[in-house]
């Protein structure tokens, strides 16, 4: 499988690695810290379902795990739901194989909105949030998305500092942007592998000035390979402390009681399924393309081949 450098996927290994951390301490462990999440439930009557799509739902619901994982743009700490969904990442977990697929789905792609009418897919998030999010992916790419994980990326500050910072290659340009948005102590000397602190990270991972937005996304994965390194080199007990500082942040509707046995087999074997992430982006850019309308950037592509692409990553087909 290609594998993208468009999309952030250690988000969900930096995920995995804490539920790891929480099972291998006990699940009543688990539960006292997934409570630390925000609950918010969806209208599952109202997620833009096929009648087609939920009988394939009930086919495949004991062999696969699915959510989508909205990571806000906000700027405001206190509230997440202030910006758009700056990145949207379907996770499937195959509890077989234990292969994980992470589909990546561009902030700007051109899709039609219910309601709202032909727009940028991440303003599905600003319009109606996680609701309207989840019912405009399933009703375009016929879909059967009922779970999300709300991930506000400035929460990841506290988590980036209490490791130590994050080392990132930056050139001139890149340096320039932060320097010229942060405070004289978070000022960078220069280009090169830099140990970057929260502030200075989530400052690199919002530049969309100095490439693309695709470029951006390469920004946040570098960021949170960095991450999840330092991380995954900590003991158990280090994971857990650092785990309150993500998972306050997290906004979802997952009932995690439901999944204590996939915890528990992802605790067991997490060698093999941290080593089947596979990512992808869906639309691709090979049938994707660029466009301006009424001076707005979009990413437009071919509706068809988007499906086929989701029938392969998605449903295993």
Same mark, same amino acid.
């Given at each position: 499988?290609?594998? *993208? ?8 290994? $930096?995920?995995? /690695?804490?539920?790891?951390?929480? $099972? ?7 539960? *006292?810290?997934?409570?630390? /999440? !925000? ?21 495949? =619901? ?7 994982? &909205?990571?806000?743009? *906000?700027?405001?700490? %206190? ?12 996770? =499937? ?5 234990? %292969? ?17 009418? /032909?727009?940028?897919? @991440? ?16 009703? +375009?790419?016929?879909?059967?998305? #009922?779970?999300?994980? !709300? ?22 340009? %890149? ?7 942060? !405070? ?12 970057? +602190?929260?502030?200075?990270?989530? #400052?690199? *991972?919002?530049?969309?000035? =100095?490439?693309?937005? &695709? ?12 991450? /999840? @390194? ?6 158990? +007990? ?9 998972? $306050?942040?997290? !906004? ?18 997490? @060698? ?5 992430? +596979? ?28 499906? %086929? ?9």
């Amino acid at each position: 499988m290609k594998k *993208s450098i468009k999309i952030i996927i250690i988000i969900i290994t $930096v995920i995995l /690695m804490i539920i790891i951390g929480c $099972v291998l301490a006990g699940y009543i462990y688990v539960k *006292s810290k997934f409570d630390k /999440m !925000t609950y918010k439930p969806v209208d599952e009557q109202d997620l833009g379902i096929e009648v087609q799509t939920i009988a394939q739902k009930h086919v495949d =619901v004991e062999k696969y795990t699915r959510f989508v994982i &909205f990571g806000s743009d *906000s700027r405001d700490t %206190e509230n997440a739901y202030a910006g758009r969904s700056d990145t949207i990442i379907i996770v =499937v977990i195959n509890n077989d194989t234990k %292969e994980i697929n992470l589909i990546s789905i561009p902030r700007d792609t051109y899709v039609n909105v219910p309601d709202y009418g /032909m727009t940028k897919i @991440n303003h599905a998030y600003a319009y109606g949030q996680e609701q309207l999010s989840l019912k405009t992916i399933n009703s +375009n790419f016929g879909l059967n998305l #009922t779970q999300y994980m !709300t991930i506000d990326f400035s929460g990841l500050i506290a988590s980036i500092d209490r490791v130590g910072g994050v080392e990132v290659t930056l050139d001139q340009d %890149e340096v320039n942007f932060i320097n010229q948005r942060v !405070t004289a102590e978070n000022k960078i000397a220069g280009p090169g592998t830099i140990n970057l +602190n929260g502030i200075q990270a989530l #400052t690199h *991972s919002r530049n969309r000035y =100095v490439g693309n937005d &695709f470029t951006r996304a390469y920004r946040q994965r570098s960021i949170l390979i960095s991450l /999840m @390194n330092k991380i995954s080199k900590k003991d158990v +007990n280090e994971i857990l402390s650092i785990s309150d500082d993500i998972l $306050v942040n997290i !906004t979802t509707n997952m009932d995690i009681n439901k999944y204590k046995d996939m915890f528990m087999e992802v605790a067991a074997d997490r @060698n093999e399924y941290l080593k089947k992430i +596979n990512s992808v982006q869906i639309p691709s850019t090979d049938y994707g393309y660029d466009s301006m309308i009424y001076g707005i950037y979009y990413f437009q592509f071919d509706m068809d081949r988007a499906k %086929e692409d989701f029938n392969k990553y998605y449903y295993g087909e």
